[in-house]
Nanobody, 111 residues
Framework: QVQLVESGGGLVQTGGSLRLSCAAS????????MGWYRQAPGKERELVAR???????NYADSVKGRFTISRDNAKNTVYLQMNSLKPEDTAVYYC?????WGKGTQVTVSS
């Protein structure tokens, strides 16, 4: 079955960086668009970034210029490089194919 496993979350100070990874299995990774969503306490889940199977990307306005999504089809992995982190980036970050979801990884940015 399809499995998506996120890693790389943690606690970081304002202005710091983290790189999230999402390892996929049980699917033809290279043929799928992949996305990162996040959900903060008391808020709805929101799209952070998306990358198509061809490598085209789009980002939420709130993260443009700070976050970069990328993929390595040889490793069946999608990444989210997060720079200049802000307290409002604190959330659980989820990897998704659109149909399948990982369990998420917590990102906490201290002020």
């Amino acid at each position: 079955q399809v499995q998506l496993v996120e890693s790389g979350g943690g606690l970081v100070q304002t202005g710091g960086s983290l790189r999230l990874s999402c390892a996929a299995s049980g699917m033809i990774f290279s043929g799928n668009a992949m996305g990162w969503y996040r959900q903060a306490p008391g808020k709805e889940r929101e799209l952070v970034a998306r990358i198509t199977n061809g490598g085209s990307t789009n980002y939420a306005d709130s993260v443009k210029g700070r976050f970069t999504i990328s993929r390595d089809n040889a490793k069946n992995t999608v990444y989210l490089q997060m720079n200049s982190l802000k307290p409002e980036d604190t959330a659980v970050y989820y990897c998704t194919t659109g149909l399948y979801w990982g369990k998420g990884t917590q990102v906490t940015v201290s002020s």
